[in-house]
């Protein structure tokens, strides 16, 4: 069964202490894998598209990375605006437009 | 240029009743995506649109949810004897051309309460 699995659910950081998210896809046939941010009471702001083992992309304190079996989000310094919630999600197999979203990972960072 | 655009931004209705959810998806976009999120959880696939059909209706939990597209651009999700459960933020994204793997960018949702 296709399964996105994002840990932890939820992380505290102090600012300026860097971390890293994760996401698990079990996905037949992973073809492109999806980061957003989420703020409270909005839709998800779309971050990166990660398409092949080894592909990374950065945006400001974010980094994407994607191996065979999982993708990390490294947050480097986070500043308390980078608090929200991270998702991500992957093409569910057979399909083209229907995505399979994780639980995501409540971020908050403290000044 | 504008993003997707959702109306209204929440809807309080009482059980039985029907609401119409509409979304206006970015200027050029072929394909149109719903949504729905349940607190704490990730948004869930209901249906696609390529251009005026459904592609992908395989995420309607029942016949009393229907969808249309009719010219190609604005969608409106019915739901028709709504349900408590029917509760969520409903969302609406759109993407340039709905192939594969192509980007989907978000509306900002609507509240539906059923009470």
């Known amino acids: 069964e296709d399964q996105v699995t994002q840990s932890p659910e939820a992380l505290r950081l102090q600012e300026g202490e860097s971390s890293s998210l994760n996401c698990s896809y079990t996905v037949s046939g992973l073809r492109g894998l999806f980061w957003y941010r989420q703020d409270p009471g909005k839709g998800p702001e779309f971050l990166f598209t990660l398409y092949s083992a080894g592909e990374e992309k950065e945006k400001e304190r974010l980094k994407a990375t994607l191996t065979k079996k999982e993708s990390f989000l490294h947050i480097t310094a986070p500043k308390p605006e980078d608090s929200a919630t991270y998702l991500c999600?992957?093409?569910?197999?057979?399909?083209?437009?229907?995505?399979?979203f994780g639980k995501g990972t409540k971020l908050s960072v403290k000044p | 240029g504008a993003g997707v655009s959702q109306t209204p931004s929440n809807k309080v209705t009482e059980k039985g009743k029907y609401v119409e959810l509409r979304c206006d998806p970015i200027s050029g976009h072929t394909a149109l995506y719903w949504y729905r999120q349940s607190l704490g959880q990730g948004p869930e696939f209901l249906i696609y649109f390529q251009g005026t059909g459904a592609a992908d209706d395989s995420g309607l939990p029942n016949d009393r949810f229907f969808a249309v597209r009719p010219e190609g651009s604005v969608s409106t999700l019915k739901i028709q004897r709504t349900e408590r459960g029917d509760s969520a933020v409903y969302l609406c994204?759109?993407?340039?051309?709905?192939?594969?793997?192509?980007?989907?960018?978000f509306g900002p949702g609507t509240r539906l309460t059923v009470l």
């Open positions: 994204a759109s993407s340039l051309s709905g192939l594969l793997a192509d980007t989907q960018y």
């Open positions: 999600a992957g093409p569910r197999g057979g399909s083209q437009g229907n995505l399979i």
